[in-house]
């Protein structure tokens, strides 16, 4: 079965990074684009970055344009997002999620807290 596994999360202050990684299992990861999504309290969950499958493309919502970069590694099944220079507003849970099989699948979370 699908399954997506989330670390790296933690509490850093404002200006600091953190690396999240994402193992992913159960379907052929080279195949199919991944995403990061976040969700703060009392607020929508947000799209934050994707990463196409082949060419690696990647798109990021504005708010972290030239901050946060999404990679991944095909062979080891990984996708990482480096958050760099974070804000106060990126604490949130942060998720990695696939379509796969027609149907989204998420993992269980990692939350990021930015705090002084």
């Known amino acids: 079965q699908v399954q997506l596994v989330e670390s790296g999360g933690g509490l850093v202050q404002p200006g600091g990074s953190l690396r999240l990684s994402c193992a992913a299992s159960g379907f052929t990861f080279s195949n199919y684009a991944m995403s990061w999504y976040r969700q703060a309290p009392g607020k929508e969950r947000e799209l934050v970055a994707v990463?196409?499958?082949?060419?690696?493309?990647?798109r990021y919502v504005d708010s972290v344009k030239g901050r946060f970069t999404i990679s991944r590694d095909n062979p080891k099944n990984t996708v990482s997002l480096q958050m760099n220079s974070l804000k106060l507003e990126d604490t949130a849970v942060y998720c990695c999620s696939a379509y796969v099989y027609g149907k989204r699948y998420w993992g269980q979370g990692t939350q990021v807290t930015v705090s002084s």
């Open positions: 990463i196409s499958s082949i060419a690696g493309n990647t």
